[in-house]
């Protein structure tokens, strides 16, 4: 144990809790699911700065710990988990972003559309981090803020104030905003309006909502977020216009078909691989050969459509992925079995008109593509196998080094640091990093000058 302000208070190096007179951490809930963060995030506890576990409808849990490998200041917000995370979730009609707020008075109207729910969640982190003030405190140096009635006292189950010596010592390190599916977006919301305070924040969103920013912000933001999309994660491409296209091309297949609904629905359950669209559906150029109630269908659903669009216009905006968007792709399946998700994926660089102009991919993995443990699985293979790549001259692309989120790590190589060289684990930790800069470097703005 050691003691803080001379004495006054015993707190647990391991866990960075306080403790009680016999040595013991206070009971409770949140002190649990402090523990667990821990062990989860391999977290130490001097290094973890201050958790909100709140959860509630626009209000999402996260935490602030410190990366010392990488001289950054993490900030880490939890993606969907509860009930009150779906309501968040399906408030995906668009609001109007400050354009004064995320310094972008240039935009008007449309151009600053965001998910309704993403800024509920983004202003109720923002309204905790300015009453806490632990970025401003660790990064820029300031003062603690005066204790507040509301503050837990001192010492006790809940006290998240930092010491002198716990904040110091950050000057010059990096901020770092990173988040899964809904926490994804929460964090590029937030970064918009931590930039100004902290213009080298940077971004890693995994799989972050489709349906999230305006074109232009969404653009804006690849100047310093990075996200990824999984195969034919859902959620990427989740948006009020994918919506709209999947129940017309649902209302289309079901005018098409030419056999029994139950036969098409037991084939399709059954897994029958051998069904080709020819055999179910008429060819949609032949409209002539439709029964005359599918005919009716299709026209009656088409008006309702455009009624429903023009009443509520709004669930028909167009919202994108942010940033720049790496799409960790499924390798066709030949003969030979791949050995490992390094030989089954590839990673490639895609923009967020080509995600959204496809579409949600409806097949048999869109949902678990979503689920976080896949996606940090095909990370990590494909992390080593491009580092590998690197270092033995196999290929120009892939060969990182942190400086795209502020890391130290092309430091130690360009100092010679040969230990740091042969540890692969880190140079596949810093994959992302450098394919960031050398893309930024080889294909600046193209992403987005395509308007097709």
């Not at 190096?13 to 040595?23: A, C, I, L, Q």
Request: net charge negative; aromatic share 6%.
């Amino acid at each position: 144990l050691r003691k803080k302000n001379g004495g006054e208070v015993l707190i647990d190096p391991e866990s960075g809790m306080p403790v009680t007179d016999d040595g013991s951490e206070p009971d409770g809930p949140e002190s649990l699911d402090r523990e667990a963060l821990k062990t989860c995030a391999g977290i130490r506890g001097e290094d973890l700065f201050y958790v909100s576990f709140t959860n509630g409808s626009g209000e999402q849990p996260y935490f602030i710990a410190r990366d010392a490998a990488r001289k950054a200041i993490v900030v880490s917000v939890r993606g969907t988990m509860s009930v009150q995370d779906c309501i968040t979730d399906s408030m995906y009609k668009p609001v109007m972003l400050n354009a004064e707020a995320i310094g972008m008075p240039h935009l008007r109207g449309a151009q600053l559309h965001c998910h309704a729910g993403v800024v509920n969640a983004a202003n109720f982190i923002l309204s905790d981090l300015e009453r806490h003030r632990v970025l401003h405190q660790v990064l820029l140096g300031e003062q603690p803020p005066a204790p507040q009635a509301t503050d837990a006292p001192r010492g006790a189950a809940g006290d998240q104030r930092l010491e002198y010596d716990q904040a110091r010592g950050h000057e010059g390190w990096t901020l770092v905003l990173c988040g899964h599916s809904l926490g994804a977006g929460v964090a590029t919301v937030l970064s918009l309006h931590l930039r100004n305070t902290f213009p080298d924040v940077r971004v890693w969103g995994i799989e972050p909502p489709g349906g999230l920013l305006s074109a232009e912000i969404a653009k804006a933001c690849g100047e310093w977020t990075v996200s990824s999309i999984h195969g034919n994660d859902i959620i990427a491409r989740l948006s009020g216009p994918c919506l709209l296209k999947l129940r017309r091309d649902l209302v289309d297949a079901l005018a098409r078909c030419k056999v029994s609904k139950f036969s098409l629905l037991a084939r399709v359950t059954l897994g029958a691989r051998d069904v080709e669209e020819s055999d179910v559906l008429f060819p949609p150029d032949q409209e002539e050969v439709l029964p005359h109630e599918a005919t009716r269908l299709r026209e009656a659903f088409e008006r309702f459509h455009v009624r429903q669009v023009s009443e509520r216009p709004l669930m028909a905006a167009e919202l994108y992925p942010p940033g720049r968007l790496l799409h960790l792709r499924r390798l066709p399946v030949g003969r030979r079995k791949p050995s490992s998700l390094a030989e089954a994926y590839e990673a490639r660089w895609v923009t967020a008109r080509e995600v959204m102009r496809q579409g949600l991919l409806v097949t048999n993995n869109f949902f678990t593509d979503h689920f976080p443990d896949k996606v940090v699985a095909v990370l990590s293979e494909l992390a080593m196998k491009y580092s590998a790549a690197s270092s033995n001259g196999m290929t120009r692309h892939h060969s990182f080094s942190s400086e795209a989120l502020g890391g130290d790590a092309s430091k130690n190589e360009r100092a010679g640091d040969q230990k740091a060289r042969r540890d692969e684990n880190r140079r596949g930790a810093n994959l992302m990093e450098n394919l960031v800069k050398e893309q930024r470097s080889e294909r600046k703005g193209t992403a987005w000058d395509d308007d097709d």
